[in-house]
């Protein structure tokens, strides 16, 4: 592998789907570290990254705990240095709750916003001073980039659908003003707004009947967060939607 | 005065400004709740309506605390009747923070979602029951109302206002959920989003060498928010804009 | 009738519906120009209006035709007299085509445009010197007011709908920038979002099988129409929705 | 130069700057057209793929004009063959008019319209038989494209810019339209949202002051538009934006 700079890359929110396939495409290019709440989830692919001559490390990480996210990014530059952060992905979601507005306990309502928004907030504020002092140096080939996962719910809000859209809502805010603050100093900040199923073991028995373009690959959504990040700093996108051909919208 | 029904209505985040013109409009129809964290904030609009003849009642409560929420609907209950809710309206916001990314303490950043959102949760969870219990009953000359108060930064999101822009783009979040999942059913759900500085004693010194009509006023809030009342179950809006003739937007 | 003002008021695209109702809401408190193609639209509700004590004209005109519109307005004034507009609204369509962008002729694809925005154009450029005239006279309990009748299609284009949602899209650009350059002048410009079936002759038939709460009344859009108009200077909304209790969103 | 398949391209709108960047990035593979009103706008850049060893025609076209646009593809296929169309680019905008609404005459105001939504929907009626050919071939490494240039004006219509303003709104509704309609048939439509000042000649002495990073690259938009191209069939992007990183939104 030929890293392409000494800065390096963080994923938060990895399991097999879209955090692996980001880790993958970008870990090919860069040290990496893979930040999920339970080790499972992120270790399988750590090994994969490794195995294909790349450099990845694991962290448990609680998104949703300051200390929690402090501590990993410590952690990552104890081990990748001081380089800087070339990309960061921001890929968590909070649990999913289908539930009428008057059976959500207040701890379900908060779970959306507490991972997706709290949770993306702590890691852009960590993240931040990384993407920073790669944006005023001169090693990297690509502006630094922060992408946010987002997803239906982040412009349309469903009945039932309260918890999980006012935490991709809020998301989608802050990414915003923070695209808006930063773009100035050199970041690139960019949300996808992720339409439809994501093809995962998860999701192998949803839509069986339907031909393989009714779901969205995860590598096609990693290849499209790749092509952000490469994008020179006088064309930014900030936002980008994202569904299989097959979808309806 | 004439109260239209038994039916009552309740209105929290009171102060000067919309808070008290809505308290005012709506508490001229109807046997009203003022609810706000101190007393000081509601009561000299208490005092006002029961003077003008009207039955105000005021209560101290923390929207962003469920006991609190709920203690409150159940003062309300035992003061007016369960006749039901003919008009809830959410007018509280969280304190206003304009600071970078890397300077808003986690505490700072979840102040608007705790009001704005979680708040608004609370508050639409307790008012609820109370507005199906109208929607059912044949006494009501309008549909159960519950309307929520947004901003600017309900569908913009700027630098520095990320604490702010969170909660509000997620309190439409939870309207939009909340209309989908409750018109059905008969109630009127609607989101305004202010967008420009209102009349209010607080702001007196702003925009000092425009024209009045540089400033929204706090009545002309009411009556939009009265309008939105009293739409039959046919013509329901869900969403208005509010500004005042010299805003740019 | 107690009129409220010498100013007068006008409605494009008038037929059973919206228009009809929208001409007897106005035409209530205004003395008011009905425009429609043929007389046949417009006839039942002058004669209507004139004999509830009212003062309403027709004049067919085809809102897409420059001199059509010039004729008409040149026609109210020199009946109603030069005191100025007082609320102008536009509610024509063009043709409907459900049609796949392969099968569209030229001629079909453009109509929505020509009725839709170049007429809505002609229109606002003629009513504006009279719009303006009622905003600089002290005579006129409300500001002048232009309404824009858009559609679900205004904000959502979907398959087979290309010819009437570019229409409405354009319209709905006419709008916002119409409000941005004469709100500061005083005239207040909104646009509506009518998004579901309304209950007219026409669609009788359709939605057979669900209670009156499944399609818009045409009334609750003239009394919406109203409260618009209204809304004093410092308190403009420029954008409502307008949907049914029942209907999908 | 391998051309990656038999397949060709077509860009509509070609001058320097976007038109000529996309020219030569899809012309690096495949055989492309070149449609501008005047040869010298596309003559250069026809010279210049074919010296570089690409296949590139050029062809005076009126998009605007449905018979001018038959005869452009006609020629297409004739030149290239009928392979099909592997990717079609829509860069056209009417001529632009800074005017009030009452100064703008009724072809000015339509001029807008009849290049950015007319000719867009002319260029996509002709184009949607060779790209859905293409789709149904198994010969190409990416599904059939069709991408069109949208602005700032697509999304937020200024005072002084409905002429403009309404095309792209119209535009941006086709496109999402065609979207909705041939994406179950494979073909990727994607509508960009050119947000900012590109820097080409004509707008060399604008933002004298400011770095280079305050105007978009017309090289960075091709790149993005390449990237559109190449996304598969589980992995469409209909809309992005693209500003440069100075640039205030």
Chains 1, 2, 3, 4 share one sequence.
Not at 146 to 152: E, F, N, P, S, V
Not at 192 to 212: F, N
């Amino acid at each position: 592998m030929a890293t392409a700079s000494k800065a390096w890359a963080v994923v938060a929110g990895v399991g097999p789907g879209t955090g692996a396939a980001v880790a993958r495409k970008f870990g090919s290019q860069y040290p990496i570290a893979l930040l999920a709440r339970s080790a499972e989830n992120y270790e399988p692919f750590v090994k994969e990254i490794n195995d294909a001559g790349g450099k990845a490390i694991g962290i448990s990480t609680d998104v949703s705990d300051s200390t929690s996210i402090k501590n990993a990014f410590q952690k990552i530059e104890s081990e990748f240095g001081s380089e800087g952060c070339a990309a960061a992905v921001f890929n968590a979601s909070g649990r999913f709750f289908r539930k009428s507005i008057l059976d959500l306990t207040e701890e379900e309502f908060v779970a959306g916003f507490n991972v997706s928004t709290k949770g993306a907030f702590l890691f852009t504020q960590a993240a931040l001073p990384h993407l920073l002092k790669t944006a005023s140096s001169s090693n990297n080939p690509h502006p630094p980039t922060i992408i946010y996962t987002g997803a239906t719910a982040s412009v349309k809000s469903n009945a039932l659908m309260s918890s999980f859209s006012t935490g991709k809502y809020a998301l989608r805010a802050l990414a915003q003003s923070t695209a808006r603050e930063f773009a100035p100093k050199g970041v690139h900040v960019a949300h996808a707004i992720i339409d439809g199923v994501i093809d995962i073991p998860r999701t192998k028995e949803w839509l069986k009947d339907q031909p393989p373009e009714a779901k969205i690959s995860a590598e096609g959504i990693a290849d499209a967060y790749w092509n952000l990040h490469t994008q020179p700093k006088t064309t930014f996108t900030n936002e980008i939607d994202i569904r299989p051909m097959l979808e309806k919208w």
